[in-house]
């Protein structure tokens, strides 16, 4: 299991899974964890606080009538394309950092 360091890392997370397979909070969850090939398991009461923060913030909506469920809204599709373009340069600037450090090359001498 890996742990999941900062809010908005789990609020990208959750973004991604619900804009693949909406679902109830038990759904959600449990696609997390098979997505991440078990790695990400958070606590139940963290996502369903998670689930409440992006609600407050109207990136996802919960319908209440069955199947109660969670969905993007058009604002939350907006904010995960943005989330996950900003990850990945986060995650392009770290893994040159950590090739560079291992090769002792600068990043801009390891293309």
């Known amino acids: 299991m890996v742990r999941i360091y900062a809010q908005v890392h789990l609020d990208l997370l959750l973004l991604a899974v619900i804009s693949a397979k ?6 959600v969850m449990r696609e997390l964890r098979e997505r991440s090939g078990g790695r990400f398991t958070p606590p139940s009461r963290t996502v369903y606080g998670a689930l409440n923060h992006l609600e407050r913030n109207r ?23 943005t989330r996950r373009m900003e990850w990945e340069s986060f995650a392009t600037g770290v893994y040159a950092v950590l090739q560079s450090a291992r090769t002792g090359q600068r990043a801009g001498d390891l293309r």
């Not at 909406?22 to 759904?27: C, I, S, Y």
């Not at 990136?59 to 394309?81: A, C, F, W």
């Open 22 to 27: 909406p679902g109830d909070g038990a759904a």
């Open 59 to 81: 990136l996802i909506q919960r319908s209440y009538v069955e199947p109660r469920r969670y969905k993007l809204t058009d604002s939350g599709r907006r904010s995960l394309h």
